[in-house]
C-alpha cells in the first residue's frame, strides 16, 4: 500500500467514525473522545480549550509554529442519507463537511508524527463552536498563537460548487463580515374591514423593506436581488468585488387573522460586507429607514444585530509566497476570482497572525447544510495534500 492509499484509508475511517457522532456547540463529548483517541497516541502537546476544543503542538525545535484549523461541531440537522455511517445521534448532522475537515486534520497529525525534522513547528487547532459563536474568537484570545508563536494559519472548507478535488482560495478579501439582523414594528389591531382604525404594522414592514432595498441598491457594490430586467430597482455600476454588499431579510411574522390588521411584524435577515465602513453603512440604512417610518406612521420600531464574524482576509503577502505550492498541486488549484458570500470564523485566526482559507470542492452541487450532503472522501487526499505542501513548501 503506498502512501496515498494508506493516508486514503485513514481519511476515510476518521471521517465516517466522526460523521456518524455529530454533535452541536461546545459540547462534543464523543467527537473529543474520538480525536483524542488518536492524538494521544502521538508525540504533540496537548492544550484543551473552549469546551471541547483541541490544540495539538509538535514540537520540532524551531523558532516560529505554522497552525492549521479544523472545525468540529455539527449541525441541528436530520439526515436524510440512508448510507453506512449516518449519523447515530437523532436530529444532528455532519451538514457542512466539519467531519471531513477533521478527518484531514487528525491524517495530518499522522503524519506530522512521522516528520521529525521540519523548520517549522505544528500547531494543530480542533475547534468548537463555528455554526454557533464564539469558537475561533476564544481560542485565539486564550494566547496560544503567543505561547506557540504562531507566524502563519491554514484552513480548508469544503465547497459543492468546484468540481471534485479542486482547490481555490483568492488573496485578500476572501469571505465576507455577517450578522444577523432583528427588526420590529409595532402597530395597532383592528378588524379587516376598518383598516383605519388600527395602524397596519403588515403594510408598514412592507414598506419599509422596499425602501431599505432601494436604499440599498444605491450603495456602491449593492449584490442584485433579481436577474437584470426583473423588478424596479436601479443599481450603482460595480466592477470591484471587494466593494460587493447584501441586506437581506429572510423571514417576517406578522399579525395574527387573516381579517385583523397586524399589530405587530418581526423582520429576520443578513448584512454582508468586506470591511467595518461597508458595514456600518448598511446598518445606517437599516435604522435610518426605521426612524423615517416612526415618524411618518406614528408606530413604534426596535432593531438590533449580531456582532457577527469579521470578514475572511487572506493576507497577500503570505498568499504570494505558497501561490507556486498552489499552482503545483496536483488534485488543480483554481484562483477564485470573486470573493464568496459566505461567512466563516475562521476569520478570527487572520487577527493574530497572518493568514490563508482555502475551499475544496466536492463537485456534487448539494449545498452546505442541506440534510443531504454527502461527498466522495477520495477528495479528501487534496486537502491532505496542501498540508503538506504548505508545511514542508
Known amino acids: 500500500m503506498n502512501d496515498n492509499e494508506k493516508y486514503l484509508e485513514k481519511l476515510k475511517t476518521h471521517r465516517r467514525q466522526l460523521h456518524q457522532i455529530p454533535e452541536i456547540d461546545r459540547d462534543l463529548p464523543e467527537t473529543k473522545a474520538y480525536l483524542l483517541s488518536v492524538l494521544e497516541q502521538l508525540d504533540c502537546e496537548l492544550t484543551f480549550l473552549c469546551g471541547s476544543g483541541i490544540c495539538a503542538w509538535f514540537d520540532r525545535g524551531a523558532a516560529d509554529t505554522f497552525a492549521f484549523r479544523s472545525d468540529m461541531d455539527g ?69 496560544i498563537f503567543t505561547k506557540y508563536n504562531v507566524s502563519q494559519v491554514f484552513g480548508i472548507h469544503l465547497w459543492p460548487f468546484l468540481p471534485k478535488g479542486v ?54 457594490g449593492a449584490i442584485h436581488r433579481f436577474k437584470d430586467g426583473v423588478g424596479d430597482l436601479t443599481y450603482a455600476p460595480c466592477d470591484i468585488p471587494e466593494e460587493r454588499t447584501l441586506i437581506h431579510f429572510g423571514k417576517m411574522e406578522s399579525g395574527y387573522a387573516r381579517n385583523i ?19 456600518q453603512k448598511i446598518i445606517g440604512i437599516l435604522t435610518k429607514n426605521l426612524e423615517e417610518i416612526e415618524k411618518e406612521y406614528h408606530c413604534t420600531t426596535g432593531f438590533s444585530h449580531s456582532d457577527g464574524y469579521p470578514p475572511v482576509i487572506n493576507d497577500k503577502v503570505l498568499y504570494d509566497e505558497i501561490r507556486p505550492v498552489l499552482e503545483s498541486l496536483e488534485g488543480g488549484y483554481e484562483e477564485m476570482p470573486l470573493p464568496l458570500m459566505i461567512s466563516e470564523d475562521f476569520s478570527f485566526y487572520g487577527q ?10 466536492t463537485g456534487t452541487g448539494i449545498p452546505l447544510h442541506s440534510t443531504s450532503f454527502d461527498f466522495e472522501e477520495d477528495l479528501l487526499l487534496s486537502g491532505f495534500a496542501l498540508y503538506k505542501a504548505l508545511l514542508t513548501r
Not at 86 to 96: D, F, L, R
Not at 261 to 279: C, I, K, M, P, W
Open 75 to 143: 449541525l441541528p440537522v436530520t439526515e436524510a442519507s440512508t448510507c453506512d455511517y449516518v449519523s447515530t445521534h437523532p436530529g444532528k448532522m455532519h451538514a457542512c463537511g466539519h467531519d471531513g475537515h477533521m478527518a484531514m486534520l487528525l491524517s495530518f497529525s499522522e503524519y506530522i508524527d512521522t516528520v521529525k525534522e521540519l523548520d517549522h513547528n505544528v500547531l494543530l487547532i480542533f475547534q468548537p463552536a463555528e455554526e454557533t459563536l464564539g469558537g475561533a474568537e476564544e481560542i485565539c484570545k486564550s494566547g
Open 167 to 220: 482547490i481555490s482560495s483568492r488573496p485578500g478579501a476572501f469571505m465576507p463580515k455577517s450578522a444577523e439582523i432583528n427588526v420590529d414594528i409595532n402597530g395597532k389591531a383592528a378588524h379587516g374591514t376598518a383598516p383605519y382604525e388600527g395602524l397596519d404594522a403588515l403594510y408598514i414592514t412592507a414598506d419599509y423593506v422596499k425602501r431599505t432595498y432601494g436604499d440599498h441598491a444605491n450603495m456602491f
Open 261 to 279: 390588521v397586524s399589530d405587530y411584524s418581526h423582520l429576520l435577515g443578513t448584512v454582508r460586507a468586506y470591511d467595518e465602513d461597508h458595514f
Open 352 to 361: 493574530y497572525a497572518p493568514a490563508v482559507f482555502f475551499v475544496l470542492g
